[in-house]
């Protein structure tokens, strides 16, 4: 499973690339809001330091529009895969994009329907958010397990990229269901190396290493 890193820090990047988590990154308009910074900035810069898929979001909602910043995207760095929303007008600049040899990533998927569109339109990836269907009371990781199930009964090509990831076990869960991509928050992904009893072995071995003989 591939591991991409949700975020538009990238402080947050640089440190979790370090550990050899990061095949990609996710950024939306609310992470690159919170950088303060100007969006194509922040997605150049990432892309110098990621050599991966970086999914980068138009603001619109019409198609020509959509098309107009798809191709902004596209002209200004190779791994830059366009993230379109998941409504018919997005449906189709994701047709276009693909005819076009753009990569897309369509967000805002909660619905094992709006998954089958996607994949028809030819999306590169598709991006369920599970942590905001398990706020409304539903249980996020059924969608994953049908929308898998889906594309496997028909040979589809998008990848399964399982967002709004909000802690270890929906990582845990999506790599059960054979999910192709996570897209996790740095917090999470920090969260996955820790285990109260690595903290307690291993102080155990630094002290029994201590009793020694040198
Ligand atoms: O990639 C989508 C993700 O950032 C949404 O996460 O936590 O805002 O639902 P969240």
Redesign the pocket.
Known sequence: MKFFI?TGDVNEIREAHAMGLVDGV???P??IAKSGRKYKDVVVEICELVDGPI?AEVLSTTYDEMMKEAHEWHKLHKNIVVKLPLIPEGLRATRTCTQEGIRTNV??CFSPNQALLAAKAGASFI?P?I??LD?ISETGMDLIEKIVTIYENYNFKTEV?V????NPTHVVDAALLGADVC?I?FSVMKQLAQHPLTDAGLKKFIEDGKKIPR
């Open positions: 949700d996710t950024t939306n609310s992470l999914s967000t805002l991006s958010f942590g905001r706020d990229l967002a709004s990831i909000r897209t928050p």
